[in-house]
């Protein structure tokens, strides 16, 4: 274990399983990740052996087959994975969202009928907001459902949907004007469906297509896809919750906990930028002594190892606080934002201290530096994550005058 990032006040349950999932990224990711990565290619050894670990159902409840773990414990394991290679965390994070969801939003049937499968990792989840034209206006989206009977007839173009190949469970937001008068705020008039499907590429049931993945400068490995509704029919007890209108404030939910765990994203590619750079410092040699010896290195050393514990630090506090039932979106968002900043920041120190050799597909941290950039814009650009920390601390602040 390292001095940094240390998380105080675990038990010892938590350390037990942080401990089983460390030794299983040193031993299975770290050795193969960059190999992988630059094929392209799905980790699938990786995520059997993720099933095996019982990482899938971390948070799912005990008495649905999971481990009914915290979010602190599941944010930590992240860090870990990512600190071996992020796409892994990618892998799971949208998984253990939709589980998160269904969880907290679910119908009695649906959790029954999910989640214990989620659990053993059988039922891989992924989730859609995003759309081609969307940005970051998620009240834009313009995919549509329509009751007919006792079904939805869902239309539209999603995008950026991670596990889009490899998820058998969809939770696809659409607009659904049923039920709400003309003139209801958009948020107001949006719906999350339980879209199943077959796990591939083409059409993988009547009226979805996944085209194929989208090739990406980083975060490989994991696939990122479009996804094209057209006429998909999607029976009514498929609703999240049972109940239409609700899933902006569903999806928000589910973001808000995702937003930690790109902190925890943040702070593993941190962390394994900071560990690479302080190696190569200490093996490199200029000027007859190893660069670790040199004023401007050390300097360098201690700006990351700073930024490192910082991130640390505020990541768990936002865990730690939807944990106690507190609400939290203005910790995470914090967290999400400082986290993701420094990450990039630490990483390109690393590669700097590298000099040329980080510019060489042979060393680890030239895809650190290409996987970096992916997180100041996930679950929400980091000038989103602004605006929501400016808007609460308004909240929290309001001028009595």
């Given amino acids: 274990m390292s001095r940094l990032a240390q998380t105080h006040g675990l038990t010892d349950v938590q350390q037990e399983i942080l401990s089983t999932v460390r030794d299983f990224v040193d031993k299975e990711i770290i050795p193969v990740a960059t190999e992988l990565e630059h094929r392209d290619e799905y980790p699938q050894q990786i995520v059997d052996g993720l099933k095996e670990l019982g990482l899938f159902g971390l948070m799912i409840p005990e008495e649905y087959g999971g481990l009914g773990e915290s979010l602190l414990t599941y944010a930590l394991c992240v860090e870990e994975i ?226 490192v514990e910082a991130a640390h630090a505020m990541m768990v506090n936002a865990a730690r606080k939807k944990d106690s039932g507190e609400r939290n979106d203005l910790e995470a968002g914090m967290a999400k934002y400082l986290a993701s900043e420094y990450c990039k920041e630490v990483v390109e120190d690393a590669f700097r201290i590298h000099g040329g050799y980080g510019f060489s597909k042979e060393y680890e941290i030239e895809r650190l530096y290409r996987e970096a950039p992916m997180l100041l814009i996930g679950e929400g650009t980091a000038e989103i994550q602004k605006m929501i920390i400016g808007r609460r601390l308004l909240e929290e602040y309001r001028f009595q005058g």
């Fill in 82 to 307: 990512a600190r071996g290679w992020m796409s892994v965390s990618g892998i799971i994070n949208t998984h253990f969202i939709v589980a998160y969801m269904l969880k907290q939003h679910g119908t009695r049937e649906q959790k029954e009928h999910f989640l214990p499968r989620m659990a053993l990792g059988e039922v891989r989840g992924a989730f859609s907001m995003s759309e081609p034209g969307l940005g970051s206006d998620v009240s834009a989206i313009t995919s549509k459902a329509v009751r007919d009977g006792d079904e939805y007839v869902l239309n539209g173009q999603k995008m950026w949907l991670t596990n889009g190949g490899t998820s058998t469970l969809v939770a696809v937001l659409t607009r659904s004007d049923e039920g709400h008068p003309e003139g209801t705020a958009p948020h107001k008039s949006m719906t999350t469906f339980l879209v199943e499907k077959e796990p591939g590429f083409g059409e993988v049931r009547p009226g979805l297509t996944i085209p194929g993945k989208i090739d990406k400068m980083g975060y490989k490995g994991v696939d990122t896809t479009e996804l094209v509704m057209d006429n998909l029919r999607i029976p009514a007890n498929r609703v999240l919750g049972g109940e239409t209108g609700r899933g902006f404030y569903q999806m928000m939910d589910g973001v808000e906990v995702g937003r930690v765990n790109v902190a925890a994203r943040g702070c593993g590619v941190a962390q394994r930028a900071f560990e690479l750079g302080v190696s190569y410092a200490q093996q490199r040699q200029t000027f007859g002594k190893p660069i670790a010896k040199h004023q401007a290195i050390q300097f360098k050393l201690a700006e990351m190892a700073t930024k």
